[in-house]
């Protein structure tokens, strides 16, 4: 069921099962909230274990203060009335307790989301609220005071974070684009100086969006192909999520159905809960009616114009491959038979490749070197299948993972050429 049709309590239940699945709180820690139209508030309940809570575990705040369920609402709750009185915009509240943006708030700073572009258009510029007791109508005030200056996501000292948004998938979106900033960015300071998006290339980003012609689409025409595609994509976009390779709000993938048209996931999309029926067809390029395409698109077309025998691209930002992308460095695969033999020499492109230098970027992404990293953008790679795709991207972040945690023990020793023509020749590279 998508989230639009889920009642309050339902949705609540189902978005922090997912933030605590992903280890982003604790059992005792985090609370959200949603308020309705009627203007009651519903919020996750006090003192119960986040692992096993339940749609009957949510609470239902009342605008005239009564309280309807069988537990007391969060002992936060007074912060999040406080946010919503201060922006009558703001119908979402999250908060909850991700490693990275505690440690953020630890050490008393905000992540900076120009690191890349998903960071920067989900939260923009993050406030810091000063410490306050948990719970208390102090705390509520600074973390208010802070969502009134417009930051729509904000650091608590010591504490952790607090983001809203228009709707609870808004509000998660924020948050867990967020964490996945402030991971990045302490992986990348391990490996060197992080580089941030000047406004013309945030401007350029934000630009690269343009409607396309629409065509009559009628299932009663689809083909076998295009429902076992549609099928396989969708699962591995749900797969890439689960493995934490993609959030909520980041990743595309497409695959080429013929040599006229292809799938492409749309915009926008929770990759948690993408069914077959979501995926938008390309065909001689014009969009299926009806449906918005990833912004990707282009960029993906270029790649499948130019070469034939490529069936599918993922462009992607999992943390470790994003660390490399925020250092504008690409991710050595010289480190184990695996990575060399699967992925080969990564490339590394220009942030401006996905937007408008198509040629360069179709011109290096090829099933010989199937993989790159896009200067803070994550990275992007092509297969022969969508298995293959998925099984590079795969080994591409395993790689990045290991060279970042061999730097605290002296650092990665690549594999010696005479190793690698080794493989060449094995594997008949």
Known sequence: MKYEYMHPRDELALTLERIYNYKMTTTSGGNLSILDENGDIWITPARIDKGEMTPKDIVCVRK????????????EFPF????????????SV????????????????VPETKAFPTAWNSNG????APYGVPGSADLGEKIAEEFKKGYDSVILENHGVCCGGQNLQDAFNRFESLELCAKALIKAAMIGEPT?????????????????????YNTDMMCIKEKELRCELARFVQRGYRQRLLTGATGTFSARIDADSFLITPYPLDRHMIGPEDLVMIRKGKKQIGKKPSRALHAHRAI????????????????????????????????IPESYVFVGDVALLPFESSFNNYDKLAETLTLKNPAAVLENNGVMVVGKDILSAFDQLEVLECSAEAIIDSQPIGGHIAMSQETID?????FNL
């Open 64 to 75: 005239d203060g009564t309280i309807e369920g069988r537990h007391p609402p969060s002992s």
């Open 80 to 91: 999040h009335k406080a946010v919503y009185e201060a922006r009558p915009d703001i119908r």
């Open 94 to 109: 999250v908060h909850a307790h991700p490693m990275a943006l505690v440690a953020f708030s630890c050490a008393h700073k």
């Open 125 to 128: 510029i993050v406030g810091f």
């Open 196 to 216: 941030f998006l000047s406004e013309e290339q945030i401007q350029m980003q934000q630009k690269s969006y343009y409607k396309l012609e629409a065509f009559d």
């Open 304 to 335: 499948y114009e130019a070469n034939p025998d490529v069936q599918c691209i993922v462009n992607a930002q999992p943390v470790n491959a994003l660390s490399f992308s925020i250092v504008n460095k690409k991710v050595d695969t010289y480190t």
């Open 422 to 426: 080794e493989l060449c020749e094995a």
